[in-house]
């Protein structure tokens, strides 16, 4: 069962309705420059560093792992006074990485803690210090992780011999939805929340995977309706969290007929048997579950057979979220 890409919509989805404002049911909010709500965008130091714990440590590409500061592994070099005020870090201080050989990477931010504060960065590295008056730091590290802003950073992207590079200008130049401060908590609040929740659905996933499909149409239901308690309450362990969840998602459209092919047939070309059974799906699309229902296909199978169809270059399903009903629906393609 594919776990991690599945989660890894959920999160996508997630960041795109912070993005959109649709997390909070906020629409057509005023988007402005990233420069213009920085104090400054600068890069880091050439200046070689060793492992002897001389001088400051400086954080490298290899410190900037998954949103967060690692500081396993730190390096050192030694600076006079007026090149290591430059290069301090402060509390609320950006770094993103701006050279990688993963272009998937470059462009990737973690906001700057307690722990990493007075350290030094290096050169493959760009800081962004936002104006603590207008962003939230951590407002705006999740606002460069989603989708639509990658999109913006990846078309700037250059690569010189292997090597993938933005600039701090390019940066800038994002268009970065700016809201009221107590409007960018509250995203900053529930993307926390929903967050720690899926990395405990993920690290529990491995025993709980014959619940698994019911994340399907209930993880963004819980994401934009539930308040951080609700999330807190789940640390009793992701199988009960799991079963809470199947709960919520029991489908409430008519039982449908299961359809009379023979099974045998069926798990020979599922993908052909979702595409007949497409025909007759209400309008505004079928959850998984009815469709578990509809077809009697092992689901590992089925859902196997949905992937492929949602993707290539010319997708024969589609998915919504219904933000109504908080499911997420699937539909046959518009030709």
């Known amino acids: 069962m594919r776990v991690q890409p599945l989660l890894q919509q959920y999160k996508l989805r997630l960041l795109q309705a912070a993005y959109d404002g649709s997390l909070i049911g906020r629409f057509n909010s005023p988007h402005c420059p990233l420069h213009e709500v920085s104090e ?11 492992i002897e714990a001389r001088g400051v440590a400086v954080l490298r590409i290899p410190n900037i792992s ?16 007026h090149e290591y005020e430059r290069l301090r870090l402060k509390i609320g201080d950006l770094l993103v990485v701006r050279s990688n050989g993963s272009p998937d990477l470059v462009g990737r931010p973690a906001v700057v803690g307690e722990e990493a504060a007075g350290m030094a960065y290096a050169g493959y590295l760009i800081r962004i210090r936002p104006q603590a008056d207008a962003i939230n730091s951590h407002y705006l590290a999740y606002m460069v992780q ?16 292997g090597v993938h590079n933005v600039n701090a200008k390019q940066l800038g130049a994002l268009s970065i939805p700016v809201l009221p401060m107590e409007e960018q908590d509250e995203i900053v ?6 967050f720690s929740w899926l990395r405990r659905v993920e690290a ?20 934009f309706k539930s308040e951080k308690g609700e999330f807190d309450r789940a640390e009793n362990g992701s199988k009960e969290l799991l079963l809470q969840i199947q709960k919520s998602a029991q489908p409430q459209l008519p039982e449908p007929q299961l359809s009379a092919q023979p099974e045998n047939l069926m798990a020979d070309n599922p993908r052909e048997w979702l595409l007949k059974d497409s025909l007759d799906w209400p309008k505004e699309g079928v959850i998984f579950e009815d469709l578990a229902k509809r077809i009697s296909l092992e689901r590992d199978t089925m859902r196997d057979a949905i992937f ?28």
Do not use: C, N, W
């Open 40 to 50: 400054e965008l600068s890069y880091g130091t050439a200046r070689k560093s060793h």
């Open 189 to 194: 609040s529930k993307l926390d929340a929903a």
């Open 146 to 161: 989603a989708p639509s802003l990658r999109a913006q950073i990846e078309s700037e992207v250059t690569s010189t011999s």
């Open 204 to 223: 529990e996933s491995g025993k709980s995977l014959g619940m698994l499909e019911s994340l399907y149409s209930a993880i963004l239901s819980k994401a």
């Open 308 to 335: 492929e169809l949602l993707g290539g270059k010319a997708p024969e399903l589609t998915q919504d979220f219904d933000a109504t009903t908080g499911r997420i629906l699937l539909k046959r393609s518009k030709k």
């Open 66 to 81: 998954g949103g967060q500061i690692d500081l396993s592994g730190l390096k050192y070099s030694e600076f006079d006074e």
